[in-house]
């Protein structure tokens, strides 16, 4: 084999294991012919992205049957991420969450095998604590096998005990952009795994990634995610509409 046709090769297997969407699945007019026909928003978001994260579960319960419409509405190799509610992560701070836990992954479970990961981002005042992590992640995977991707906020979260214990229990920590810590920016925990949360920057939410920042964001990619693993990689600036084109502009570059 050739370098170029091995390259091409490198090339066609990251596209495979590559996932590109965006948080949500609104699809704004000026977006339109990005997508196919569909009888929903989600169904004509699926004709392009193949991931999106739903974030309103991190505010409010959703009834199962309103999951089971969502995975209805999707083809079979589609997958969502879930953020788990915010009554979990902030409210009680990971403690004492048996309860609450039960009714998010009974409710959750309505998307079936369209169901691909759950989202635990913490805020920022949580620092790592062994004993609560541990507990915690136990707990959950107990009700759930599938992956797992972490958003911690506070520095200590980036100390080898914390990345170790992450890694035990199968859990990706997320890179997020903008980092809200030195390390921050890159993937680590369970390799099976990488995601990223692409927030905009440097106005988070707001601002739009250029061309050359999207190239180079997938090289990254390409460099930190292993060929047995799985790269998920989500927009979240949403605010003013510029996650659609950038999440369209950064899959392009990864077929390319």
């Known amino acids: 084999m050739n370098r170029a046709s091995g390259h091409a090769l490198h090339k ?3 596209h495979k294991r590559v996932r590109v969407g965006c948080a949500g699945w609104s699809i704004a007019a000026a977006h339109r012919g990005l997508f196919g026909d569909g009888e929903s928003a989600l169904a004509r978001y699926a004709t392009q992205f193949d991931i999106a994260e739903i974030n309103s579960s991190f505010y409010r319960p959703h009834r199962r049957a ?21 009554a979990i992560t902030h409210d009680v701070r990971l403690t004492g969450a048996g309860a609450a836990l039960d009714r998010f992954i009974d409710e959750s479970s309505g998307l079936g095998d369209r169901l691909g990961c759950l989202l635990v981002q913490l805020p920022p005042s949580l620092a790592f604590d062994a004993r609560i992590a541990a507990t915690f992640f136990a707990m959950l995977r107990r009700r759930w096998q599938g992956a797992v991707a ?35 920016g890159a993937p680590a925990g369970a390799p099976t795994l990488r995601y990223w949360r692409l927030h905009g920057t440097p106005r988070i939410y707001y601002s739009a990634y250029d061309e050359e920042a ?3 964001l997938s090289e990254t990619v390409a460099a930190a995610t292993a060929d047995d693993a799985e790269a998920w990689v989500i927009f979240d600036n949403t605010a003013h509409g510029h996650a659609t084109p950038n999440a369209a502009t950064f899959q392009a570059s990864i077929r390319r």
């Open 214 to 216: 999207l190239l180079a």
């Open 12 to 14: 066609h297997a990251l």
């Open 66 to 86: 309103t999951y089971e419409r969502w995975a209805e509405a999707v083809p079979p190799t589609f997958r969502f991420s879930v953020k788990v509610p915010r």
């Open 150 to 184: 972490c958003e911690p906020r506070h520095a200590t979260w980036s100390e080898p005990r914390a990345e170790a214990l992450l890694s035990r229990h199968r859990i990706a920590r997320v890179a997020a952009d903008p980092a809200p810590y030195p390390g921050a």
